[in-house]
């Protein structure tokens, strides 16, 4: 199995910037495709991008044009620039890895957008 730890969470004001970052251990990072998702309060957790193996991405519209995902494969972790954040970007972001019938989730870190 792979284990996640994130980190990079905190509060920033409307419009600000944050980057996550996530670190995998325990497995072959480069083979894994790697997510961030989110769960605000109240809501369901949701796909906030992805990255595969081969470097492609995908992104919620909702992001689309203000986030970015990559990854190091090099230091076995994945990254998540947030920018022009809005108060509805408020949320425990996880980050996952998958690949056939693996599936592993980190604990989270807490981002928070004031208004």
């Known amino acids: 199995q792979v284990q996640l730890v994130e980190s990079g969470g905190g509060l920033v004001q409307a419009g600000g910037s944050l980057t996550l970052s996530c670190a995998a251990s325990?497995?072959?990072?480069?083979?894994?495709?790697m997510g961030w998702y989110r769960q605000a309060p109240g809501k369901q957790r949701e796909l906030v991008a992805r990255?595969?193996?081969?470097?492609?991405?995908n992104y919620a519209d909702s992001v689309k044009g203000r986030f970015t995902i990559s990854r190091d494969n090099a230091k076995n972790t994945v990254y998540l620039q947030m920018n022009s954040l809005k108060p509805e970007d408020t949320a425990v972001y996880y980050c996952t890895a998958v690949r056939q019938f693996n599936l592993s989730w980190g604990q989270g870190t807490q981002v928070t957008v004031s208004s």
């Open positions: 325990g497995s072959i990072f480069s083979r894994y495709t």
């Open positions: 990255i595969t193996s081969g470097g492609n991405s």
